[in-house]
């Protein structure tokens, strides 16, 4: 498949996670306001050199206070538009313009990340990791240049996954099984109703922690057995990503890491190639 194609089927779970990502950020935009939890008069004393001094701090004060800040989480949803726009209409023009797209929604981010770090986690880090590469891919003519990219992509997925897991295979919690029972046992990252079944069988919870274990830290071992490892890596991560969304909430991540996936495919296809 070639890579402009990869490029495109990335992009339409990106641009689901975009659009989900910052239709949340809108619906709780009373945090924004002065008198909300991420008030632009607090965050600026923990960013002196950016947005209190020099001849940027006026435009960038202007731009990050409330409801002005509101455009940015907008502007993602236009540019998340053009990106599924352009998988359903297969055109240069198109292509092209998802590939702008993908620079928007990096940029935007990007902004939106300086003026809140706090918060930030994997499916931030993946969103960005994808919009990269799909600007690249989209409007570098280069084929190497736009291998590169999705190797990278898929690289980032599968450092993700080892990273994850093997900081969860020394964590204490996580290796007696009680990390998943207590997570889900909170209200802000949890279902309390699932946390109390498992906090009763607690052989359940051993099993689902090592099985996350397992799965995290044998993704990139997966990929050496070219497209049949890497379909045993999606078919995990979609199971894993689900559980997520429903049980924590954490819906971006399903889409953000599933934007990856494409790009998976396409390095495990040259892996293939390597075996035969």
């Not at 990273?163 to 007696?176: D, L, N, T």
Request: aromatic content about 8%; hydrophobic content about 55%.
């Amino acid at each position: 498949m070639a890579p402009e194609s990869v490029a495109l089927w990335c992009a339409l779970p990106l641009a689901a996670a975009v659009v989900l990502d910052s239709l949340e950020l809108i619906a709780e935009r009373r945090h924004l306001r002065d008198d909300g939890l991420f008030a632009l008069p607090v965050l600026v004393t923990g960013r002196p050199r950016t947005l209190m001094r020099g001849p940027q701090a006026a435009p960038l004060r202007a731009l990050f206070g409330y409801p002005t800040v509101l455009a940015l989480p907008a502007l993602q949803i236009v540019a998340a538009a053009v990106l599924a726009a352009a998988v359903a209409i297969r055109t240069p023009a198109l292509e092209v313009a998802a590939g702008l797209g993908a620079i928007v929604i990096i940029v935007a981010r990007g902004l939106l990340y300086l003026r809140n770090q706090f918060g930030l986690d994997g499916s931030n880090h993946m969103i960005l990791a994808a919009s990269t590469a799909i600007a690249v891919v989209l409007l570098v003519p280069d084929q190497g240049a736009q291998q590169i990219a999705l190797y990278y992509l898929a690289g980032q997925l599968l450092l993700g996954y080892a990273a994850s897991g093997i900081a969860k295979a020394f964590s204490p919690e996580w290796r007696s099984g009680s990390a998943i029972p207590e997570i889900t046992s909170t209200i802000s990252y949890g279902t309390p109703a699932v946390g109390a079944v498992l906090m009763r069988h607690r052989a359940v919870g051993l099993l689902l922690c090592w099985s996350v274990i397992a799965f995290e830290c044998s993704a990139p071992l997966l990929l050496l057995a070219g497209t049949p490892g890497a379909v045993a890596i999606i078919a995990g991560g979609l199971a894993f990503h689900t559980g997520v969304a429903a049980i924590m909430g954490l819906n971006t991540f399903f889409w953000s890491f599933a934007s990856a996936y494409p790009a998976l495919l396409y390095l495990a296809s040259q892996v293939d190639r390597l075996w035969q």
